[in-house]
């Protein structure tokens, strides 16, 4: 069994198993929306797309962010503390690079598994057991790699055991670099840009630091339209 | 000062310094055959494009590999340590990942140096006197990352001493997680596939892997058009 990584959503590679990560913070919110017991989560690109869902839905908490702060007439905002306990069953959540990932996965995978750290040990005995080559899509920021990502990219392959391409060994290899994941999450751009756009959100890099916390595997389900339906089922 | 890092030539990414990777083996052996008295180096992507430049040109060494070894009727192979003497004025090299790289350099940076190991000092000197920004291109293996072209990187990243993007600071603290370059060489996809394809080839390893041992900065000076032309002028 091989385990490969890509950076960003644009490079190549490809794999029966999927695993997408945008750990600061889409795919933490994510992970801890479901556990807490949101039945599904609606992830779209775009912030007109994601009022347009609800209008068509009738139904459903909008959340999501810009430059780390929650959008103009939204219900919450992107941080995973924010959904400790559901306010409605459908979660649509806007956010630009981690639906990018997923819509990347989902093109060239046959099944896609959202990680967090929050997930990792039930996202990886998850992937273990469909016996298939996995390929990990970091959401990266615009196109470009990051050290959050890439972190979490790395305790996958680490945790998994298997033959890993060069940008499985390079993941794996950065995380033995750094004390830990928050120190990581610190030093990398999603978490500087976090903490000087909204300082008050500083509480959320240890809370998407924490590793194996939720027992749930998070799997796109659909594509409805150009949104991402991602649940447990 | 900026420096940044595309792990491969498809990345998103732009500086007005360019500075190209293929250490194994394409950009080792243009710096040793320019060092050794060639006064330039074509690189072609296809192996037709560099017999009918050479056709076009009337003269030529003609310089290549497919899968480590030389292509028929070709004069020489792709290991620099062909390249200790000319045998000619003009080396036309055909080389796929690393003509890709220089020609995607070429598409977002204004200037574009041709980096390995052997001309480190003298790249990394050249680049610190324009005063801007440096984006590092590694050509990678068939659009996926390689553990040779991003240690370079990260030797480059550290050297210039400058804020790094988190693809350089992931370079440079890959670097530091090997005991030099030859590790870093042979545990590569580069390395191997070399090993493998071609095991009396292994002295190469060592040898692109001998940092600041030559003084030449190789630039682009020209497309000619779908092969790079590079020279110290």
């Known amino acids: 069994m091989h385990v490969d990584v890509v950076f960003t959503p644009d490079e190549a590679g490809s794999a029966p198993t999927g695993i997408v990560i ?36 009738g139904e459903g908490v909008l959340g ?18 924010e959904y400790l306990e559901p306010v ?3 979660l649509i959540l806007s956010t630009t690079n981690g639906t990018r990932a997923v ?3 989902a093109s060239r995978c046959e099944r896609v ?10 996202v990886v005995e998850d992937a273990r057991g469909h016996g298939d080559d996995v390929l ?3 959401a990266g920021v615009q196109g470009t790699p990051n050290l959050d990502d890439t972190f979490v990219a790395g305790r996958i392959a680490q ?9 499985a060994e390079a993941s794996a290899r950065l995380v033995t670099t750094w004390s830990g994941a928050e120190e990581a999450f610190r030093a990398s751009r999603s978490g500087r840009n976090l903490l000087e756009n909204a300082p008050e959100l500083e509480p959320d890099l240890p809370f998407c630091a924490r590793e ?20 447990l089922r």
Do not use: H, K
């Open 212 to 231: 194996s916390v939720l027992d749930v595997v998070p799997r796109l389900v659909a594509m409805r339209d150009r949104a991402a339906e991602i649940s």
């Open 22 to 57: 945008d750990v600061i913070r889409a795919t933490s919110t994510i992970c801890q929306a479901l556990a807490a017991g949101y039945e599904r989560v609606l992830c779209a690109a775009e912030v007109e797309e994601a009022r347009a869902l609800r209008e068509a839905l």
């Open 64 to 81: 999501g962010e810009r430059a780390a702060v929650r959008i103009p007439g939204f219900d919450l905002g992107n941080s995973p503390r």
């Open 88 to 90: 409605g069953g459908t």
């Open 159 to 167: 945790l998994l055991g298997w033959e890993r391409t060069d940008a």
């Open 103 to 105: 819509v990347s996965a």
């Open 136 to 138: 990990v899509v970091c």
């Open 113 to 122: 598994l959202i990680a967090s750290l929050l997930n990792l040990s039930a």
